[in-house]
């Protein structure tokens, strides 16, 4: 029986248990862990966590990295490169759970492409900041790499939004801005998997906010696609070269970011559609 990592850091993580309940639909034994406790021991070659030897595992399916500073993120990702380079299957491919969680990187590989997305700007110079700013009139900043809405800002171009840019650049030496796309209180995050639509959901923001993550208190509605949007990210998922990920959509076709390691409970919730079928799936057809 083929042993199956689903790396997750909450265990009771809604699309973590259904990965599991899908890995054992196929005949397949999930092993959960977590990166929290990834080590690796460089004496002996052993990379193990939660006292699972990840090099013993068939596959691994990423549900997610886990919270960590810089340095423990990049021995995260370093530990997956030397699992694949070792022949153990990840989904997403490291590469590419990388590219999507870098904003910068994402956002350039998208206008190459020819994708539509908002006017990007990154920097280190405030001036330059207060440039965009002004003549935008509202940006939207946000941490390169973030996760669930979490420190991203909406500025205006008055003395407030001003002081706000300049704090933030103090804080991380780096401001990521974006312009600020008109839009009714939604976004729209469309779910691949293998290279096909298997679904999409508004994500509405509760009363008196901006951000529509459901982590945030958005909550989920159906939504059918435009053939424009589901062409747009058709083409992000290419690009970033994910096997699963989430494509936000901000109304008027402009890929907002892409989500490497995704939720699936959102889109279960709305639609009924169980997206870890479809993953495991082919996972399955890859051993």
């Known amino acids: 029986m083929k042993n199956i990592g689903i790396a997750v850091t909450d265990p009771d993580d ?4 259904a990965l599991c309940n899908a890995v054992e639909h196929y005949g397949m034994f999930p092993v959960k862990f977590s990166f929290n406790s990834a080590t690796s021991d460089i004496s002996l070659g052993k990379l193990y966590a939660d006292n699972i030897d990840m090099t013993s595992l068939d596959a691994i399916i990423v549900r997610d990295m886990g919270p960590a500073a810089q340095n423990g993120a990049a021995f995260r990702f370093d530990i997956l490169c030397q699992l694949e380079e070792l022949g153990v299957i990840i989904i997403n491919s490291p590469e590419s759970i990388l590219r ?7 956002s350039y590989l998208f206008r190459k492409n020819g994708i539509p997305t908002p006017e990007t700007l ?4 405030l001036n330059v900041a207060l440039e965009m700013l002004s003549s935008s009139g509202r940006i939207v900043v946000k941490p390169v790499f973030g996760y669930k809405g979490i420190g991203v800002e909406c500025l205006k171009n008055d003395a407030p939004g001003k002081c706000k840019l300049k704090e933030l650049l103090e804080k991380d030496n780096l401001l990521y801005m974006q312009k600020f796309i008109p839009n009714p209180g939604r976004d729209i995050r469309v779910f691949v998997v293998n290279k096909k639509v298997m679904g999409s959901i508004y994500r509405v923001a509760p009363t008196g906010s901006w951000i529509n993550n459901l982590s945030q208190g ?4 159906p939504c059918i696609l435009t053939r424009e949007q589901e062409r747009a990210a058709l083409s992000a998922v290419r690009v970033i070269g994910t096997v699963y990920a989430g494509v ?3 109304e008027g076709d402009y890929v907002i970011e892409i989500n490497g390691t995704p939720s699936g409970k959102g889109i279960f919730d709305a639609c009924g559609v169980d997206v870890t079928e479809s993953i495991v799936k082919y996972l399955k057809g890859q051993i």
């Open 100 to 106: 999507a969680a870098n904003k910068y990187v994402s």
């Open 218 to 221: 958005g909550f989920a509605k």
């Open 122 to 125: 990154v920097t280190n110079d």
């Open 14 to 17: 809604w699309t973590g248990v």
């Open 248 to 250: 936000d959509i901000i």
